[in-house]
């Protein structure tokens, strides 16, 4: 298994649904126009599937990201992650340490998810660190705010990918305030047009006309 690189534009993380609609709505997403080879990567999250059903999920997903080029990543689960042959891990601020990672995924991207100073000091030795949430969120704790996001990841050690609330209108403020890439859920699986969704918020990658 080869490292993706560089990291990924754009991190698409999938919610607590029934697969099929999952699979389908990724599809979609990952024939957007913008969505070349390495730009859109995949996280299987789905928490409350049994275990059974997001090992299937996460076979299915990981197949559809080999054909499209597309950087696939398991939430918190290494040995699923190493069973699907994935790409990398996202570590829950409260899972698997960096280390252990590395070590069951030694040329895997290695995220971690992080909230506030002392967690992204911490973050050394990973790939990139999830940081968040930039905007509010229902059931996420307190916002960073821009001001906040970016004075975390002027910080950081590794490359920092937003996370919360972001969407197409201020997908380019995130990225000017000092993101590496956009992480999203729902602006994407709960679009009537994931394609045109994941292409909008990549049209913050390009230069202000």
Known sequence: MSRPSPLFDLLLITPDREPAPILELARR??????ARPGRVALQLRSKQLPAPERAQLGGA?????AEHGAPFLVNADLELARALAADGVQL????????????SLPAGLIGVSRHDAAG??????????????????????????????????AHSSVP????????????????????????????VFDAAQPARA????LAAYEPAS
Request: with cysteine; aromatic share 4%; proline share 7%.
């Open 198 to 201: 994941v292409d909008a918020l």
């Open 29 to 34: 997403a990952l024939c957007a126009a913008g």
């Open 120 to 153: 992204v000091r911490t973050a050394a030795g990973a790939s990139f660190v999830l940081l968040g949430p930039v905007f509010a969120v229902p059931g996420k704790g307190p916002a960073l705010g821009l001001p906040g996001f970016a004075a975390l990841a």
């Open 160 to 187: 920092v990918v937003a996370l919360g609330g972001i969407d197409a209108r201020n997908a380019r403020a995130v990225l000017t305030a000092g993101a590496r890439a956009l992480a999203v859920m729902r602006e």
């Open 61 to 65: 997903l990981r197949a559809l990201c």
């Open 92 to 103: 829950p601020e409260n899972g698997p340490a960096i280390a252990r990672a590395r070590a």
